[in-house]
């Protein structure tokens, strides 16, 4: 298996904290699950602090603090609370809401029961769409068309707050289209501003806030193994044993993991840029010590900690310790297989796989 690949397999596998696309923000209180889902009123996202609740996977609740952006509702606040729609009124109380970290949270059915509001929930991107006029229906429906005609799990992009790339900042997808293997993107941050850019399926331009949230969630304390081959001039050792920190973004949406050496030193290490969390810290980071997943003698790992190479390496052993080289060339005979390895100091010589020599260029 490609060493690359092996280590985003290793990532993947010994924490499993990062689901395809988007990491459900999800609560347990008295024995129900909450999952947070995205609000779009009248086709515009509306940026919050308090989410949307689905609640054990079949009852919708709206946050009493962003109902003042909903059309045709009143809050009377006092005791009891009470909120008004078109068609009448409701109290709020235990049959038709709950409360949360001192946010109290109404049933969805229950809002259009007073109003002449309607709306959909999209299960396929965890988002709702209210609207209370048709222009509104309208625009809800042009993005839920969108959200149906892309590829499998690509829908919860939609309402999730992102750091683009080649946009500075913070901004959340409000509408996403699919054609000829690319994902037109609209994205919008809290100031209003919205653009839209074109990014390919297999290479996103953007870095998810719920993945970057989750792996320093479940990373920060734990040990890692840095990978030195294409950091040259970290100050960081090769497989040294490190403490992972934190994961961030500057204003220009560059990221950067923080490790702390056994003296307590922290160092910082910019990230090279990809959609993944865990692709742009395999680059760089073993999550188990490799020492336990190869079975090679002491004098073969001292070599590699040193970036060195001793006659009679494997293949594995070389890339382990120089990298992959950028060529190669490869001669077969019936009984020998000869390989020449190019890299920008030397080439390297394989007979039947094991190292033979090397020559300085």
């Known amino acids: 298996m490609n060493k690359k690949w092996l280590r985003v397999w290793i990532w993947m596998m010994v924490f499993a904290i990062v689901i395809p696309f988007q990491t459900i923000h999800a609560v347990n209180v008295k024995g129900s699950t909450y999952q947070s889902v995205s609000l779009f009123v009248n086709g515009k996202f509306q940026i919050t602090q308090q989410y949307t609740q689905f609640v054990n996977n079949n009852k919708l609740y709206i946050p009493i ?11 009377q606040y006092g005791s009891p609370l ?125 870095l998810l806030d719920s993945e970057l949230t989750s792996f320093n969630q479940n990373w920060h304390g734990k040990y890692v193994w840095f990978d030195n081959r294409a950091y040259n001039g970290s100050g960081l050792n ?15 949406n560059d990221a950067f993991v923080t490790l702390q050496k056994s003296n307590g030193k922290q160092v910082g290490i910019k990230l090279n840029r990809q959609y993944d969390v865990g692709m742009m810290l395999s680059d760089i980071l ?57 890299y920008s100091s030397a080439y390297l010589y394989f007979w039947n796989g094991r190292l033979n020599s090397a020559q300085s260029r």
């Open 82 to 206: 009470t909120i008004t729609g078109n068609k009448g009124s409701i109290t709020v109380n235990d049959s038709n809401s709950f409360a949360y970290a001192g946010v109290t949270y109404v049933m969805y059915k229950s809002l259009l029961a007073i109003t002449d509001l309607d709306g959909k929930y999209a299960s396929s991107a965890q988002v709702l769409f209210l609207w209370s006029d048709d222009e509104g229906k309208r625009a809800s429906s042009e993005i839920l068309t969108n959200i149906s005609q892309l590829p499998a799990n690509f829908g919860y992009f939609v309402g999730e707050k992102i750091y683009p790339f080649y946009y500075p900042g913070t901004y959340w997808i409000t509408d996403i289209r699919y054609a000829s293997s690319s994902l037109y993107i609209t994205i919008q941050n809290k100031s209003g501003d919205t653009y839209e850019f074109n990014s390919p399926v297999s290479d996103l331009d953007f």
């Open 286 to 342: 073993w999550s188990k010590n490799p020492r336990t997943l190869y079975n090679w003698s002491n004098s073969v790992w001292t070599a590699i900690s040193k970036n060195k190479l001793l006659n009679n390496m494997t293949r594995e052993q070389v890339i382990l310790s120089w990298g992959e080289p950028s060529d190669k060339n490869t001669y077969q005979s019936s009984s020998l297989t000869y390989e020449q390895w190019i």
């Open 238 to 252: 090769h497989l040294e044993k490190l403490t992972f920190i934190a994961v961030q973004v500057n204003d220009q």
């Open 65 to 75: 603090k962003i109902m003042d952006r909903i059309p045709g509702i009143t809050i």
